[in-house]
């Protein structure tokens, strides 16, 4: 069974930090991963999506890696501002779209 | 533009009183699904569905039940609520697209 951990749990940075979260998953055989950002209490809003054939996926600040063969995924920040704080969650979907398996959570914190 | 609808977003409820979160999505996605987020156990699948009338239980189905007799949605229903299905409940359609999460009390 698909198991996902996440490294750090919890992270506290000056803002400017240049930061990497980690994402590790056991079964290789995975169809695409997603990072998400969640406020406290809220909704899960997508960050970066990427599919198994990929390797890498970038959105303005973020760039996202995936390494199958090893089942790790990282998450960089560049620049951490006040407003990145939030937990980010890693979820591998490996049933085409029909069953993510989420990781438990980086829970982040830039101070200003 | 895209996007996965819940409702109630909010409720508060009593051991066993019946109730149905609704969850709506206007992208004719054939997929749906449904998470709860506990703290401590992250978000785990509840029940998915690969189309109409077809649905099937994820790692967590004890105490609820769905149905999907058309496309865009898949209701949530709690028979017979209990405090320990206390909890923040996710509606998904295809890949990123999820709903805005209802958060249930049962007392």
């Known amino acids: 069974k698909q198991e996902v951990t996440q490294i750090p749990a919890a992270l506290s940075v000056p803002e400017g930090e240049n930061l990497v979260l980690n994402c590790s998953f056991t079964d290789s055989a995975i169809y695409n991963l997603q990072w998400f950002r969640q406020d406290p209490g809220k909704g899960l809003t997508s960050l970066l999506l990427?599919?198994?054939?990929?390797r890498e996926q970038t959105s303005g600040r973020l760039n996202a890696s995936l390494d199958k063969s090893s089942g790790r995924s990282t998450l960089y920040i560049a620049a951490s501002q006040p407003g990145d704080s939030a937990t980010y969650l890693c979820?591998?979907?490996?049933?085409?779209?029909?069953?993510?398996?989420f990781g438990p959570g980086t829970r982040l914190s830039v101070l200003p | 533009e895209a996007q996965v609808t819940q409702n109630p977003r909010y409720l508060i409820t009593v051991t066993g009183k019946k109730l149905t979160v609704t969850c709506s999505q206007n992208m004719n996605h054939e997929y749906m699904s449904w998470y709860r987020q506990d703290p401590g156990l992250g978000l785990r699948q509840i029940y998915y569905?690969?189309?109409?009338?077809?649905?099937d239980k994820g790692d967590v189905p004890e105490g609820y039940k769905v149905s999907r007799k058309e496309k865009r949605n898949f209701p949530l229903i709690l028979e017979s609520p209990s405090p320990n299905q206390t909890s923040l409940y996710f509606c998904?359609?295809?890949?990123?697209?999820f709903g805005p999460g209802t958060r249930l009390t049962v007392t």
């Open positions: 569905s690969m189309n109409v009338e077809v649905t």
């Open positions: 979820a591998v979907d490996d049933n085409y779209g029909q069953n993510f398996v």
């Open positions: 990427i599919q198994s054939s990929q």
């Open positions: 998904g359609g295809y890949e990123q697209y």
